[in-house]
């Protein structure tokens, strides 16, 4: 076992600290039935101007961290902590300044975007809630963001209505929407699994552009590992509400040591037809329920190398098996 390498020094943007959010479940109106647990004990640091993607399968956790960082959630324990403030302290006039220094980039466009609206007036409307009441201004920076994201000529599109553009145009609202306070950070669930093919790789390189230009933290939320590379710096694998592997893009991809995360990466869809003739050895059964998740490690029940005694009794810690590299992955099979 390797020791932990020494973390660069980086300017913090954000930072959560063994981070729970369970949601109580009620069998009767006074009687408890127990807690499901979204995100289990997470904990991460993410740099200003630096991209992290949380990856895993439906109901892994993804969605949950993202919106308990945006604030919309309480936490249950744990810490999130924003350019050096403590969610956990904060009024509800600093929570609203809170919430404008970060942008949400929702899954499906056209359930994101209010259908009596005008991209005029939805673009507006996050301005007015914090206060900008001036039209001048209002005008300058729909203008300029709806530049940003290539909606042009902005005329042709402005007094149009979600139903008249297409699913890239409304997702390219949904960014501009996301940009119209100058966040410094952003949260992208799954910002184009709801898109053709072809439209995918235009809006991530355009994020990655509005992201590198304005040196905006992001946390891309996806279970499509084939997209990361092409997007962000470090990679987080979340499994049954816990990150089982976290470790730099080419890091991880060269070098996966977590079951799990072969699993993901060997689901990737191969364009080669010899290689689609094979039958992919994918983990047998479906993740656990999270209201009473396994003892020890969460994927023990779906692991094909699991140790006996050790992997369904004590959860383990984190490992890194590369040394010098912030390569950490929690399995018995690095110890």
């Not at 949601?23 to 101007?49: H, N, Q």
């Not at 309480?74 to 809170?98: A, D």
């Not at 899954?107 to 007036?121: E, V």
């Not at 905006?216 to 279970?223: K, N, P, S």
Request: charged letters at 25%; proline letters at 8%.
């Amino acid at each position: 076992m390797q020791t932990k390498p020494l973390e660069t020094e980086n300017s913090s943007l954000l930072e959560v600290r063994d981070l729970r959010q369970w949601f109580e479940l009620r069998k009767f109106v006074f009687a408890r039935a127990g807690y499901v647990k979204a995100v289990d004990g997470v904990s991460f640091t993410l740099p200003k101007g630096e991209a992290l993607a949380l990856v895993g399968e439906s109901g892994s956790g993804k969605t949950t961290l993202a919106r308990t960082v945006l604030g919309l959630y309480k936490p249950t324990s744990g810490e999130v902590i924003f350019e050096g403030m403590h969610l956990s302290k904060l009024n509800k006039r600093q929570m609203r300044e809170y919430r404008s220094d970060i942008g949400y980039i929702q899954q499906d466009p056209y359930g994101a975007l209010p259908p009596f609206m005008s991209i005029r007036n939805l673009l507006a409307e996050p301005m007015k809630i914090h206060g900008i009441r001036s039209k001048e201004e209002h005008t300058k920076r729909i203008y300029d963001v709806m530049e940003e994201v290539r909606l042009t000529p902005v005329d042709d599109f402005i007094d149009k209505f979600p139903h008249m553009l297409s699913g890239g145009q409304q997702q390219r609202v949904v960014i501009a929407r996301g940009m119209i306070l100058n966040p410094k950070l952003i949260a992208a669930d799954e910002p184009v699994s709801m898109l053709d093919a072809s439209v995918r790789v235009e809006i991530l390189r355009l994020l990655r552009k509005i992201q590198e230009q304005h040196n905006l933290g992001v946390i891309y939320i996806t279970h499509d590992l084939s997209t990361v590379r092409y997007f962000a710096e470090r990679i987080f694998i979340m499994y049954a509400a816990k990150t089982v592997e976290k470790a730099p893009v080419e890091s991880l991809l060269e070098n996966h040591f977590h079951p799990y995360t072969v699993a993901l990466l060997a689901a990737i869809p191969d364009p080669d037809p010899e290689n689609a003739k094979r039958l992919r050895d994918v983990p047998p059964g479906e993740p656990p329920n999270l209201v009473n998740p396994p003892k020890g490690c969460r994927f023990h029940p779906r692991c094909a190398q699991i140790i006996k005694g050790l992997c369904d009794v004590e959860e383990p810690p984190e490992f890194y098996p590369i040394d010098g590299v912030l390569h950490s992955v929690e399995c018995w099979l690095y110890k």
